[in-house]
């Protein structure tokens, strides 16, 4: 079983950076791909970025193309999500999540089976 706990959220004006982090413990040889998602009031909790655990290859939503970027610390076990020109609407409770698809990074929820407890992040106008 693998276990994922975030952090680094919090309130930031428009234009300014925050970043994201996720610990991952456990049983990590089941897992192949992490994703960040959000969910903003009101809304589906979306895809925001992924990466394949062991080639790094990542892909991100349209929405944060160019302002957002997904690493990871395979030595110390975490993923880390960058995050760059903020913009009010990316106010929302963001988690990380473990997968374990093999060969290509899903953007449906359903393909994850490990998720952590969420970070807010608010971004204020």
């Known amino acids: 079983q693998v276990q994922l706990v975030e952090s680094g959220g919090g309130l930031v004006q428009a234009g300014g950076s925050l970043r994201l982090s996720c610990a991952v413990s456990g049983r990590t040889s089941s897992m192949y791909v992490m994703g960040w998602f959000r969910q903003a009031p009101g809304k589906e909790r979306e895809f925001v970025a992924g990466?394949?655990?062991?080639?790094?290859?990542?892909q991100y939503a349209d929405s944060v193309k160019g302002r957002f970027s997904i690493s990871r610390d395979n030595a110390n076990n975490k993923v880390y999500l960058q995050m760059s020109s903020l913009k009010p609407e990316d106010t929302a409770l963001y988690y990380c999540a473990a997968g374990a698809t093999v060969g290509y990074i899903p953007v449906a929820r359903s393909y994850y089976n490990t998720w952590g407890q969420g970070t807010q992040v608010t971004v204020s106008s």
């Open positions: 990466l394949r655990w062991s080639y790094g290859s990542t």
